[in-house]
């Protein structure tokens, strides 16, 4: 069983679980429901295009900042130019709860990413009620025309969507509708990553398609690599949380010197 498989079963049971407490309808009185959404395609051209993320743990490197304060570290990803923030809501894998999103919703003004493993149309509504812009849909988890179906829920919620792919066979799940595409540069078999996997998938893809390089980017020299080779944005998480808050403001003023 590939650690996806895992996420997956147990996504699967947490959305049940989901569903029968808090049912869909009721989401749609939350506050947040009816608020205009921020546009991550906008603010990716008009700052640093850093999709800077939030995340306690992954099954790739283990705990990584269990005590961060998801506020502090989201304050300080806002004020020296994220383009977005990438919250993870993951519970079992990555530490991640709804209640970081809804903790530093109203306090910061660039479009929040809910990062999870979107596999049923309630989680486009749960998002939606906590306050996310974006929400990311992993090729490897869905078929073909689930991408379809979630890409028209989300956006009729207001939501951006960020297709994710691994592989090169991924590339059929590409559709002309999603916002953006990331390409993931660790291997979930092994963990590796390579960020010139994310320069050659890149280079498969319809030009002018908005694409994300993810995973792997740990230095100022990782970032000028992917930029050059014509990235829109960098998801990047490990590098900025092994030192929340002052590693982020010290790569911007590197990047931008
Ligand atoms: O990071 C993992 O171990 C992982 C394992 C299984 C599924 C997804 C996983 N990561 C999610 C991500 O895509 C990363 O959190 C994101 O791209 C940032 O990567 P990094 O900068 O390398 O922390």
Known sequence: MTILDQIITRKKQEVSYSKSAVPLEQLKDSGFFGRETYSLKQTLKSKSGIIAEFKRKSP????????????????????????????????????????????????ITIPILR??????????????SIGADVVLLIAACLSVSQVQEFTDLAQGLGLEVLLEIHTEDELAHYNENVDLVG??????????VDLQHSVNLKNLLPQN???????GIYSVEDFRFLKKKGFDGFLMGEYFMKNPGEAFDKFINEISS
């Open 115 to 128: 990062k999870d493993f979107m596999i049923d149309e309630y989680q486009f509504y749960e998002a939606k």
């Open 60 to 107: 790739s490197k283990g705990v990584i900042s269990e005590n961060a304060d998801v506020l502090d570290v989201a304050k300080s990803y806002k004020t020296y130019g994220a383009s977005g923030i990438s919250i993870l809501t993951d519970s079992e894998f990555f530490g991640g709860t709804f209640d970081d999103i809804l903790k530093v919703r109203n306090e």
């Open 209 to 215: 398609t908005l694409s994300v390089a993810e995973s």
């Open 183 to 192: 390409i993931n540069n660790r291997n979930l078999k092994d963990f590796k």
